[in-house]
């Protein structure tokens, strides 16, 4: 009897401590996923862009930008941290596996994800036994004929993977490029993020 009330507290304090997590807390680690491009729409492009050079070539080295430019694409500032530990090895992996029909010329393809459909994406990723908050950037689309991206920002529990919070930001593309040109997106999503996590914060107060 006492082992099973042993037993119980302690899956009681799993359950607590998996929940706790508060994305706006700047003490709370956080572990940098990277750039899921699993779902990517790319709408009315003009440059001689496949599929397969997405998926093996941008995919790829738009991840690596994050990580090679920290000065430029500072994650941690964006969200209030005095760094952030970086493990992009599940989100690699679901981009190299995703099904290569990411080019189209549906203008509605900008808004084809929703909350749910965010779920099911981090559902796939395998986080290898991490904790802890874990925040990827989830690339709905770009837009080249109105020139910025879809992004929607999420925070995840890393060990249930529970979805924190998932918001869609729009970032202005620009730059010489084609690498740089998205990636000026991505800057601008990040440029927003301080203002829009105070914003979220007090809105998660007020409800």
Do not use: C
Not at 39 to 48: A, C, F, P, T, V
Not at 132 to 152: N, P, Q, R, T, Y
Not at 177 to 200: H, T
């Amino acid at each position: 009897m006492k082992r099973l009330i042993i037993l119980a507290a302690l899956f009681i304090g799993f359950l607590f401590s998996a929940n706790a997590q508060d994305i706006f807390d700047n003490q709370e680690p956080v572990t940098w996923l990277g750039l899921d491009f699993s779902n990517l729409k790319l709408i009315k492009d003009d440059e001689k862009i496949t599929d397969e050079e997405l998926q093996n070539k941008y995919f790829p080295g738009w991840n690596d930008l994050i990580l090679l430019e920290p000065k430029k694409y500072d994650v941690a500032r964006a969200i209030n941290r005095a760094a952030v530990e970086n493990s992009i090895d599940a989100v690699t992996k679901v981009n190299a596996g995703a099904k290569s029909n990411f080019i189209t010329n549906d203008a509605k393809a900008f808004e084809h994800l929703d909350e749910a459909k965010i779920k099911s994406i981090v559902k796939k990723y395998d986080l290898k036994g991490k904790s802890g908050i874990g925040l990827v950037f989830v690339v709905e689309a770009m837009d080249k004929a109105h020139k910025e991206a879809s992004i929607w920002v999420t925070f995840i529990n890393m060990q249930t993977k529970e979805v924190l919070l998932a918001k869609p930001l729009i970032g202005e593309s620009g730059g010489f490029g084609f690498r740089n040109y998205w990636a000026g997106s991505i800057n601008k999503v990040l440029k927003q993020l301080p203002d829009m996590m105070r914003k979220w914060k007090k809105d998660k107060k007020n409800n």
